[in-house]
């Protein structure tokens, strides 16, 4: 059983770096994963040096038993374009992907990696078994424009799943080529999409509870022109998929 991890970077010369050695010292010391693993940095058409401060360590995860490190570089598509790219590009049996800064640890892989074993994707999220919601610690706008997202992603598309959002999400590589390939939205809503075809498609679902860091430098930009774009993203994703049939998928 192999793994990739992929992390999606756009502009992150600030961050990429200290973060990857956060994940390189983690798979150094991890037990009970699985491997080889593949760490695949997709640099959505950066500006800055993003692409060179990765090509900079493959000798670092080199040193690391059975782990590898490369860069895709692709044109500048948004978020849900550079997950997708790297995710049909990821050769693991198992694929997750998770945020460039690290806002969640590293050592949080193994609870998605655990539930795939009986599941198809793993959503990892925010809200703690206890009802605790762990972005809290976000800024008050940052929370009440979730809020309101919540409540018109669960209404039109994802159902129960109370945290479509959280960018730590793992899927047998059957699913991941079936779903991703399928993906047509790219804004921030490519989340919501995911689950929807999921739920859709009848895979089996896992919700994992995990630790979440409010790690501030997000470049979502929240203003009139997003906002539209996010009603008119949530409003399509019935529309784009309703031709794709349900029904049982090949397992993996």
Partial sequence: MSLSIVLPAYNEADRI??????????????????????????????????????QERPEAAGSIAGVTLSVLTVPHGGKGAAVRAGMLAATGELVVFTDA???????????????????????????????????????????????????????????????????????????????????????????????????RRRYRLAIVPIRWFDKRGSRMRANARMAIRVAWDLFRIPLIHRKDGRGSVPRA
Avoid: N
């Avoid at 949080?108 to 206890?130: E, F, K, M, T, W």
């Avoid at 994802?158 to 390939?181: E, I, N, S």
């Fill in 17 to 54: 770096g200290p973060a990857l050695d956060e994940l390189l010292a983690y798979l150094m010391t991890a037990h009970g994963l699985p491997h080889p693993i593949e760490v695949l940095v997709v640099d959505d058409g950066s500006v800055d040096d993003t692409a060179g401060l990765v």
């Fill in 101 to 199: 800064d690290m806002a969640t640890p590293p050592d949080q892989l193994p609870l998605l990696v655990d539930r795939l074993d009986g599941h198809d994707v793993a959503l990892g999220s925010r809200i703690q078994p206890d009802g605790s919601d762990m972005r809290a610690t976000q800024p008050g706008y940052r929370r009440l424009l979730g809020k309101a997202f919540h409540v018109l992603a669960s209404l039109w598309v994802v159902g129960p799943v109370q945290d479509t959002q959280c960018g730590f999400k793992g899927f047998t590589r059957a699913a991941a080529q079936d779903l991703f390939a399928r993906q047509r939205i790219t804004s921030i809503v490519f989340d919501v999409e995911l689950i929807y075809l999921a739920r």
